[in-house]
């Protein structure tokens, strides 16, 4: 399933962002979304997931409480708010779908192109 990610750009710290993911395709609520991220020289890492029918969510502890994971299956859309963000959330951003019902899954089936955040001090 395509997916493109929009909303990223440069912030100061303690700013915000909303990223969107747009996803084609007929089955959107099938899938369990996620976000992920990767920062220079280190390897990517989740963020946070949501489950299918929006109900259940799961955060990285770096996130939590920060980072809100939302989605609107009418629009095949999945939104990542991040508020109070830090230099340390500057990343390539990516958005995934996974087919299962499982928010903790580590099993990606699709991922976006990416977009950047940058959060400077």
């Known amino acids: 399933v395509p997916l493109v990610e929009s909303g990223g750009g440069l912030v100061q710290a303690g700013g915000s962002l909303s990223l969107s993911c747009a996803a084609s395709?007929?089955?959107?609520?099938?899938?369990?979304m996620g976000w992920f991220r990767q920062a220079p020289g280190k390897e990517r890492e989740f963020v946070a997931a949501i489950s299918g029918g929006g109900l259940n969510t799961y955060y990285a502890n770096s996130v939590k409480g920060r980072f809100t994971i939302s989605r609107d299956n009418a629009k095949n859309t999945v939104y990542l708010q991040m508020n109070s963000l830090k230099p340390e959330d500057t990343a390539i951003y990516y958005c995934?779908?996974?087919?299962?019902?499982?928010?903790?899954?580590?099993?990606?089936?699709?991922w976006g192109q990416g977009t950047q955040v940058t959060v400077s001090s």
């Open positions: 395709g007929r089955t959107f609520s099938a899938y369990v």
């Open positions: 995934a779908a996974a087919v299962t019902n499982a928010v903790t899954t580590t099993l990606y089936n699709y």
